[in-house]
Structure formats: structure tokens, C-alpha cells
């Protein structure tokens, strides 16, 4: 069975980074594209940001500038570095996949609070 674990959410003053990592684990083929989208209370959820396999990238324009996404794909993990944070980039944020077993599928993680003070 495919699974996503996300960690490194938490509260951080504005300004301040953190850096959230998202693992594939099970029995699956290949990965493709990663991503992490974002839900704040009473808003629906969001791309933040992805990276295909073959690296190409791809940013919400709120966070272009301050957010990083890459992969080690060693490791079937992503990571999304986060600085410059801001009040409004509090929401939970789930990490998504498409990933290869006997087809290709999307697989969400269960989302990783950040809350970010003013």
C-alpha cells in the first residue's frame, strides 16, 4: 500500500522558514510529478507548488520568490522550503503524488498544520 508522510509543520513568527518533507513509501514503480497544495479555513484548497520528474517546477505566484520545491528521488521524498513566511500562508498543506503502481494514480498525504503569527 502507497502512502505519503508529511512532517515539519509547526508556528512560526512572521518572516521566519520552515522546511516540510513528504516520503513515498510501499510497493509502487515510479513516482511523477510531487507537489504540495495548501487549505486554509473556509478556502479551498490550493497548488503551492510541484516538480515533475524530469524537474521541471512550477509555482502558485503567492509564493514565487520565497518558497522551494525540490525531490530526492533516492529517496522518494519532496521538500518544500518555506521563507518569508506571512500571516496569509496559514493553512494546512498536504503533499500530493502520481504514482505508478499497476496504473498511475494521485495519493495525498494527511496534511501538516503551519501556522504562521504576526
Known amino acids: 500500500q502507497v502512502q505519503l508522510v508529511e512532517s515539519g509543520g509547526g508556528l512560526v513568527q512572521a518572516g521566519g522558514s520552515l522546511r516540510l518533507s513528504c516520503a513515498a513509501s510501499g510497493s509502487f514503480i515510479s513516482i511523477a510529478a510531487m507537489g504540495w497544495y495548501r487549505q486554509a479555513p473556509g478556502k479551498q484548497r490550493e497548488l503551492v507548488a510541484f516538480?515533475?520528474?524530469?524537474?521541471?517546477?512550477n509555482y502558485a505566484d503567492s509564493v514565487k520568490g520565497r518558497f522551494t520545491i525540490s525531490r530526492d528521488n533516492a529517496k522518494n521524498t519532496v521538500y518544500l522550503q518555506m521563507n518569508s513566511l506571512k500571516p496569509e500562508d496559514t493553512a494546512v498543506y498536504y503533499c500530493?503524488?502520481?504514482?505508478?503502481?499497476?496504473?498511475?494514480?494521485?495519493?495525498w498525504g494527511q496534511g501538516t498544520q503551519v501556522t504562521v503569527s504576526s
Open positions: 500530493n503524488a502520481d504514482i505508478a503502481t499497476f496504473i498511475i494514480r494521485s495519493y
Open positions: 516538480s515533475t520528474s524530469g524537474g521541471r517546477t
